[in-house]
């Protein structure tokens, strides 16, 4: 049976942890450096589903200012939108909306589909210097139609299962849509 490809994005403020979420899965390490990501980084992830393969190919898309222009290039096509705040800094919560709404502007209205994603409270191993409640994360995400998990890339809690959220959402909207 020939697989399913699927694209995912990564977004959110500089320095949440985006690509250490992605690190962390791909290779269970982790960093405790921030080298800021250069536009964008590319990556694969492959499930095997009982229905068949699936190809995730994930965007991890730096969050840093510079590359605004440039990261809209990066959103087209995407069928799963993963979207990251720090839970220790409320400044990366505050980012969520507009940058949700440019997103779905760049990537729903245009090309009229439906997309799934979630919001990832990151840095859950220091959930006892979270600013933004758990109550607060389950009502943003509840607003704005995506799944709520909370993640540290640090412990690999939850990572593994955001993840394969991503893949069995992506291949359950698109599935959906055909019938
Ligand atoms: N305590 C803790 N620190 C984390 C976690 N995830 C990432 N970090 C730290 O946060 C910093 C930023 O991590 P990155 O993964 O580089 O952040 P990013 O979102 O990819 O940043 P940009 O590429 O600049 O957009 C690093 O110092 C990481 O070690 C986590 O779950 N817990
Ligand atoms: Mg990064």
Same mark, same amino acid.
């Given at each position: 049976?020939?697989?399913?490809?699927?694209?995912?994005?990564?977004?959110?403020?500089?320095?949440?942890?985006?690509?250490?979420?992605?690190?962390?899965?791909?290779?269970?390490?982790?960093?405790?450096?921030?080298?800021?990501?250069?536009?964008?980084?590319?990556?694969?992830?492959? $499930?095997? $589903?009982?229905?068949?393969?699936?190809?995730?190919?994930?965007?991890?898309?730096?969050?840093?200012?510079?590359?605004?222009?440039?990261?809209?290039?990066?959103?087209?096509?995407?069928?799963?939108?993963?979207?990251?705040?720090?839970?220790?800094?409320?400044?990366?919560?505050?980012?969520?909306?507009?940058?949700?709404?440019?997103?779905?502007?760049?990537?729903?209205?245009?090309?009229?589909?439906?997309?799934?994603?979630?919001?990832?409270?990151?840095?859950?191993?220091?959930?006892?210097?979270?600013?933004?409640?758990?109550?607060?994360?389950?009502?943003?995400?509840?607003?704005?139609?995506?799944?709520? $998990?909370?993640?540290?890339?640090?412990?690999?809690?939850?990572?593994?299962?955001?993840?394969?959220?991503?893949?069995?959402?992506?291949?359950?909207?698109?599935?959906?849509?055909?019938?």
């Amino acid at each position: 049976m020939a697989a399913e490809l699927y694209k995912t994005i990564i977004v959110g403020a500089p320095s949440v942890g985006k690509s250490s979420l992605v690190r962390r899965y791909q290779t269970n390490e982790f960093r405790e450096d921030h080298t800021a990501t250069v536009a964008a980084d590319l990556s694969a992830i492959v $499930f095997n $589903f009982p229905e068949g393969k699936v190809v995730l190919t994930i965007v991890d898309v730096g969050g840093q200012e510079t590359f605004a222009g440039l990261r809209n290039r990066f959103y087209e096509g995407a069928h799963h939108l993963i979207m990251v705040y720090d839970m220790t800094n409320k400044e990366t919560f505050k980012r969520i909306t507009p940058l949700y709404e440019a997103l779905t502007e760049k990537i729903c209205i245009q090309r009229d589909k439906f997309l799934s994603g979630s919001l990832v409270a990151n840095k859950a191993d220091l959930k006892n210097e979270a600013v933004i409640s758990e109550q607060e994360g389950h009502s943003l995400a509840n607003l704005l139609q995506l799944e709520y $998990f909370e993640t540290s890339a640090r412990t690999g809690y939850n990572v593994s299962e955001m993840f394969l959220h991503a893949a069995a959402e992506s291949r359950r909207v698109r599935h959906a849509a055909k019938v």
